[in-house]
Structures are given as structure tokens and as C-alpha cells.
């Protein structure tokens, strides 16, 4: 019989921080101190480095500019805390970037592509030596990543990736398994064959941006929360001196002057103009279960490794240090203009849709319940790699385009951008091919929004369809292949 509980149990995603958030938030000790350090900017202040954004991105980039640049005064504006947008929100997949190995190839040939791949994955054993190293708790657990087929239409899709792999000598980093092999690590029965990276790990994402913060104001970086950088003047090509960023908050309207600026805006990047017409901004949700590890040993998943199946708007699954299960969904929406207002963390719908994959996965955890269900946004580029770069003028860098995959890169992210704003472009990091690879622009609005709006929901449609064994329509099959054919590398084939 189909079971029409609501499968998200009447919890509704938006009315709260994250649950990682909220859990980190509720541990940390009253720091009198910290408060007055991460106060609001009012008035005139002055920088060496001012980073905006207090993500991942912008943490890194603080934390080693104070390695790069030991004196320098470092500023990071942050308009909600630390980890309030998707740092604190989530999956907590640390992965690296073998399957991705074709396209890197494609792009930057074969010894480039394994080089920025170890680089990824020096980012992912980064973040377990740092957080052991400072105390900072972030549940780290280095068990491995498994992507599996969960429909026939997704099988094999791993196969150009693991023979790259082979090719270059690096068959140990991502290599097939077979349908017995995936059932040693877990058991469903959507689950076919799949694919498995040992070197990736997960986290508690809230717990590493909070603890990324607390090392980032021990080691003097100034913190200013809650207020908004607004624009920037002074940055042109042709003028020289500092540049100039106006700043709002609820305590007033203030100015830094910086001599380098680091932009760690994720996808608040895309409404600031001379990055809105290179991403595209799209919504994703995590639902979490309440703790239920002796269901857990009964469907035989109790290693740790991450699981994402081969979907373009992908389910990815995880399991905490009490025994919950937080899995995603990429099948979110697409934003307009840049505005990234409630549809990234109120839709319930994709939150659903979310919990639906749990239920397609496990249908033995149907009775399982949801405690709690979130929501963020995505920035995406046209071939789901981020963009390092720094602006006309020399004086601002940036770091946005993640593509719902950032927690390792961002760690990355911050050596490249500590390197471009100390000027050390002998820095192995800020010598990546990834450094100024300009993403291809997407069309202007309102076509942006419209055409992600339509290949969004023909995308899900047609992966719906192959996942219940039937046909999707053609509409539905030719209009998801649209981006590829127009020369993106979105979508599947
Ligand atoms: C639901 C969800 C699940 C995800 N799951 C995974 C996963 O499992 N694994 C993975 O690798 N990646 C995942 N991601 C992506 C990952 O979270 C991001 O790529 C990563 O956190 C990016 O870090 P960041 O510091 O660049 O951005 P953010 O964490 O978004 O930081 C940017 C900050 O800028 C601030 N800001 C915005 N505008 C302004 C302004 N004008 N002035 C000052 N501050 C401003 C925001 O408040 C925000 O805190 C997921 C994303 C979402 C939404």
C-alpha cells in the first residue's frame, strides 16, 4: 500500500538556522569578548585584506593570509554570522574530485587535471589535520564517498572517470564497484553498482565554520557579523590607491578602505555585476532523521561514507556521529537576478522531494522521522567548477561558482586567494590552472532564470521517469539536453 504520510512530518524548512548551526551554536561558550570582536562596523574603518563573506571561503582565506602575511590587519564582513549561509548548512560531503577527472582533463589536459585533483584532496585531509590541530570538533570522518546507480538509466556513469583514473595512474582514488560490493556497504533495493573515492570524508558543517571562526579572531583577524558590504568604489582598472567598501547594518552605515579585497559571496556573488552573467543560482535542501543507528546496522550501513546516487539533481545521504541520516536533494530552483530570497530556504516542495529520495532509498526507514529540514543556495558555473580570479585593476580577488560542492574546495579557495591578495603568486596554489578559467557566461536575465526554470523541470521530470522504470516524455528528454548542446556542461547526455 503507498504510504501518503507527509514524508517530511509536518517540518517545514526555513524557520530556523540549520540544525548543525543550531547544535554548534547551543555548545559554544559565552565569549564576552568575541562579541565585542565581531560587533557590526559603524563608521571609518581601515584593512589591509577585507574579505566579504564569513563562509568557508572567506575563513581560509583569513586564516592563511595570517600565515602569508603575519601583521597584516585582515577584516572579513559578514551580513548574517559565520556560518549562517550554506558553510553552516550543508551536507557535510568532503569530497574530492576524481569523477570529476574527464572534463578537467577536457579543460586542462592530463597532468593538470591529477594535479588539481590532489590538490582537492590535500583540501579534504586539510580539514581533518586543522580542525584535530585546533581543537575544533567537527565530527570528521575520513570513510570514503560511494556513488551509486539507482536506476538503470544512471549506470556506469562513473565508467569515463574510473578509466581515466586507470590511464593516469591513480586507479586507487576512484575505481567501480560491483553490485555486491555496493551491498557490503549498504543495503537497498534501488541500489545497483557503483563507484568509490576513499579519499573523502564528512563533517558536522556548522561545527568547522564556527571553529574556523573562534581560530580566525584567536590569530587577530577582525570579524565584523551582521553587516552588509553594499559596493566598493576605487576598484577600476585605471585608478590606483585603496579601495573603498560601504557597509550597512542594523547599528548603521559604515566604510572600510582596504588595499586588497577578497569576494567569498558564494551566491550572493551572482547580483553583483561583474559576476551575475557566470553563475546561475539554484536552491538545495537537506532533511534530517531523528538518531536511529540500530536501523542503521539493520540495512548494513554503519562505515561512514557518504553516498550520493548518479542523478544530475542528485540525492546525497550521510550519516552523523548519532547515527541520524541527513540526505540532499539538487533539485531545487533556479533564483532570478542574483535575489536570493525565500524560495532558497522556505520551499517545501524541494525539501520533499528530499525526504522522498530517503524513502525511495530506504523504503524500510518509511516510518523513520524527519527532525528537521533546511534549505540554501548554489552558484553554479557552466562546467561546475569554481572561478578564482582576480579582477581589472589587481586589487580584487574572488572566489564563487562551487557548484553544491565546496567544502574541500573552499579550503583550496582560501590558499589561492590568501596567495592572490599577499601578492605571492609563486604560491603553488595561486599557480592552478583554475585561477583565472572564466566560467562561459549564461544569458542575460530574464532568459537565465527562464531557461533554468524549464531545463530544471524537465531535468527532474525526465530523471523521475527513469527512476520509476518508464520512459520519460521526448519534451522532457530533448529540453534537458538543451544545455549541453548549447556548449554547457550541465545536465545529463
Ligand atoms: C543545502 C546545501 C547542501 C550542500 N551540501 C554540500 C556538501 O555536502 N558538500 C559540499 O562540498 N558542498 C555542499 N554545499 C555547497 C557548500 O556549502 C558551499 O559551496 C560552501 O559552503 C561555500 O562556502 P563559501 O564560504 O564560499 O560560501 P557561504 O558559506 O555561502 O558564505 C558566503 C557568506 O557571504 C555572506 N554574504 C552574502 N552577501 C553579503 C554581503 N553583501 N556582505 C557581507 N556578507 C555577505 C553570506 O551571509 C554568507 O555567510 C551545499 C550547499 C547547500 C546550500
Known sequence: MPDDRDPLDGVRPGGARSFWLRETLAAELPEPAADVATRPLTGAARADVAILGGGYTGLWTALRLTELAPGARIVILEADICGGGPSGRNGGFVTGWWDELPGLIARFGDSEAVRIARAVDE???????????????????????????AAPAQDGVWTEAVEACERLGVADRWHALT??????RVRSPVFREGAFMPGAATVQPGALARG???????????????????????????????????????EGD??????????ALNAWAAAWPSFGRRLVTWSSYVVLTEPIPDRLA??????????????????????????????GGGGGRAGFGGRIGRPFTHDVGSARRAAEGLRRWFPSLTDVRIDDAWGGPIDITDDHRPWFGTLPGGRIHFGIGYSGNGVAPSVLGGRILAALAAGRRDDEAAGLPLVGATPRAFPPEPFRYLGARMFREAIVRREIAEEAGRRPSRLAHAISRIPRQLGYHLGPD
Open 212 to 250: 574556523l571562526r573562534r581560530v580566525a579572531l584567536e590569530r587577530g583577524v577582525v570579524i565584523h557579523e551582521r553587516t552588509r558590504a553594499r559596493g566598493y568604489s576605487g576598484a577600476r582598472a585605471t585608478s590606483s590607491g585603496p579601495v573603498t567598501i560601504t557597509t550597512s547594518s542594523a
Open 123 to 149: 583540501a579534504v585531509e586539510t580539514i581533518g589535520t586543522w580542525s584535530a590541530a585546533n581543537g575544533v570538533d567537527a565530527a570528521y570522518r575520513h570513510q570514503g564517498f560511494l556513488q551509486v546507480s
Open 179 to 184: 553490485s555486491d560490493e555496493v551491498g557490503a
Open 298 to 327: 539493520e540495512i548494513g550501513w554503519t562505515g561512514g561514507e557518504g553516498i550520493a546516487d548518479a542523478r544530475f539533481t542528485l540525492h546525497y545521504a550521510r550519516t552523523t556521529t548519532d547515527g541520524r541520516i541527513a540526505i
Open 254 to 263: 559604515g566604510t572600510l578602505v582596504a588595499d586588497q579585497v577578497v569576494i
